[in-house]
């Protein structure tokens, strides 16, 4: 079993380190990790500049590779030819939560998306510590709750497709509740816009604001994580929206004067809920 390794924070996080000592007891580790912290960096992939990998050690001797591209750039190296031939991906463990939304928006969770894209079986793993300073923040835990659920998954298996979500709670391992299989919740974002500026007279803006917040709804990766409970959520990447292709299905789409071609007239297509309404101007 060869096991790649990367996060969103830095190939120098302690978090990062924690994953990979814990990996060792499931298997042969490679690692490669952005030089910088990517935090709410989301899917990216740098196809516009060179992206650059060099060999670092980490804090315990161990060999890396690290890039200056993001935690996915990091994963389609690897998958592309830079690590031999990966079984499994895992990526964190990010020090804070990534819940509901969140996964759009974090490195962590964008890595394992990479990984699907690749076919390669994937975890994120992410640990719910309110900490914004990585060194204050004990691993151990998580570290023992990212064991079991590759060792897990190992042994059963990834349906095609699939990727793994998951949260792990802050608390003492004596007070962990157990382990839930969720749904993606509702995170609440409180962020405002900061408006600044420079020496020189210009303006810059900062996105600040709170903490996200999250709805307390039972079966959602949110709930668990607020009871005391290991959340696991299985994703994939087809977004489709299936109910709304039946709602919009019945449009009639499919007409021949369905768009202004040729200086036709505009056609004005509105559904029974007054809030889809669609103008198509003549051209």
């Not at 890039?67 to 499994?88: H, R, T």
């Not at 993606?184 to 996200?212: A, E, M, T």
């Amino acid at each position: 079993m060869h096991i790649l390794v990367t996060n969103d924070d830095g190939v120098t996080a302690p978090g990062l380190l924690a994953l990979v000592q814990t990996m060792r007891q499931c298997g042969e580790v490679s690692v490669i990790a952005p030089d910088h912290d990517w935090s709410g960096g989301g899917h990216v992939k740098t196809l516009k500049r060179p992206l650059r990998v060099r060999q670092v050690k980490l804090a315990d001797g161990t060999a890396a590779l690290t890039s200056d591209g993001a935690p996915s750039d990091c994963i389609a190296l690897g998958a592309l030819g830079l690590i031999p031939k990966i079984n499994l991906i895992v990526s964190g463990i990010n020090p804070m939560a990534n819940l509901g939304q969140d996964v759009t928006y974090s490195g962590t969770v964008t890595a394992a998306m990479e990984g699907v894209i690749w076919q390669i079986p994937s975890i994120a793993f992410s640990l719910d510590s309110g900490h914004s300073d990585l060194g204050d923040i004990d691993y151990s835990v998580a570290a023992r709750v990212a064991r079991f659920v590759v060792r897990t998954v190992i042994n059963m298996g990834l349906p095609k497709g699939v990727l793994l979500n998951v949260n792990i709670p802050y608390l003492p391992v004596e007070e962990l509740r157990g382990v839930r299989l969720t749904r993606q919740g509702l995170r609440v974002y409180h962020d405002r816009l900061d408006k600044r500026q420079d020496p020189r007279g210009n303006d810059y803006y900062w996105i600040g604001g709170d903490s996200p917040t999250g709805v307390l709804e039972k079966g959602t990766d949110v709930d668990a994580l607020a009871n005391g409970y290991v959340s696991i959520t299985p994703l994939q990447l087809d977004l489709t929206a299936y109910s709304a292709l039946s709602l919009m299905s019945e449009w009639g789409w499919a007409q021949e004067d369905a768009l202004p071609v040729n200086g036709a007239s505009a056609v004005t297509a509105v559904a029974s809920k007054p809030e889809w309404h669609i103008e198509l101007e003549t051209a």
